[in-house]
Nanobody
Framework: QVQLVESGGGLVQAGGSLRLSCAASGRIFNSYTMGWFRQAPGKEREFVAAINWDGSFTSYKDSVKGRFTISRDNGKSTMYLQMSSLKPEDTAIYYC???????????????WGQGTQVTVSS
């Protein structure tokens, strides 16, 4: 079992930055691929970014490439999402997730956090 807790969300103006954190507890953190997803009001949950167990491979949604950076610190059992040049369309609840195996852009993750709200004002 893995417990995930997100933090770092908030209200920011367009063009600003935020760093989200996802703290994991339970099973060995570095055995899991990790991902960030988001869900805007009235929309389906969508993939944002993923990182493999040792951070050597990352993938991103096209619309966030060059603006968002995913990273992890296995010693602290924590994953991060550095978000820059934020846009109003980035407004959503952001969720972290964990899965065994390779990175995936689908919702096929085994464990999910409860989410943190990110609101970008224009």
């Amino acid at each position: 079992q893995v417990q995930l807790v997100e933090s770092g969300g908030g209200l920011v103006q367009a063009g600003g930055s935020l760093r989200l954190s996802c703290a994991a507890s339970g099973r060995i953190f570095n055995s899991y691929t990790m991902g960030w997803f988001r869900q805007a009001p009235g929309k389906e949950r969508e993939f944002v970014a993923a990182i493999n167990w040792d951070g050597s491979f990352t993938s991103y949604k096209d619309s966030v490439k060059g603006r968002f950076t995913i990273s992890r610190d296995n010693g602290k059992s924590t994953m991060y999402l550095q978000m820059s040049s934020l846009k109003p369309e980035d407004t959503a609840i952001y969720y972290c997730a964990a899965r065994r195996g390779f990175t995936s852009t689908t919702l096929s993750y085994d464990y999910w956090g409860q989410g943190t709200q990110v609101t970008v004002s224009s």
